[in-house]
């Protein structure tokens, strides 16, 4: 992406595909609390039968009964989806770690918007998703 172009995510049909080719998503900043929009999404991402993996250094116990882990690099093995719900100053590293594991997608939630974190990743040949939320998404192309 040069420059002084500004982002802008996928068309709907690009996002069609990213929402039916995803099998194993990782969310990033999972949380404990129900009321928290991460654990929304992760409930309703097991319930359709996605290979969830939580992202999350601080709970010392699964959610949802899904392995947590302390970063995306202990996670073993690509994910589609890195599902990431941190503040918009935090993604740089995540989508760094998303990149140097050969992740497929960085889907940043409604709110979290970084740039040049995307940037990079489009730079290495990966989806980017800046500013969506996927359960919306989801509901309105599925």
């Not at 595909?17 to 999972?30: C, F, T, Y």
């Not at 609390?33 to 992202?55: P, T």
């Not at 601080?58 to 989806?81: C, F, N």
Request: a negative charge; charged letters at 25%; proline letters at 6%.
């Amino acid at each position: 992406m040069p420059e002084n172009t500004p982002f802008a995510n996928p068309a709907d049909e690009r996002i069609k595909s990213i929402l039916s080719e995803m099998k194993r998503i990782a969310v990033v900043g999972i949380s404990a609390k129900e009321d928290r929009a991460s654990h929304g999404i992760a409930r309703f991402l097991v319930g359709q039968g996605f290979d969830v993996v939580g992202v999350n250094p601080v709970l010392k116990e699964s959610v949802l009964g899904l392995e947590i882990y302390p970063t995306l690099e202990d996670v073993p093995g690509q994910v589609d989806v890195v599902n990431i719900f941190r503040r918009s100053d935090q993604v740089g590293p995540i989508v760094n770690a998303a990149i140097a594991r050969g992740d497929k997608c960085v889907w940043m939630q409604e709110q979290v918007i970084n740039p040049e974190a995307a940037a990079a990743a489009q730079a290495a040949g990966m989806d980017v998703l800046m500013d969506v939320c996927l359960y919306k998404e989801w509901l309105r192309l599925k």
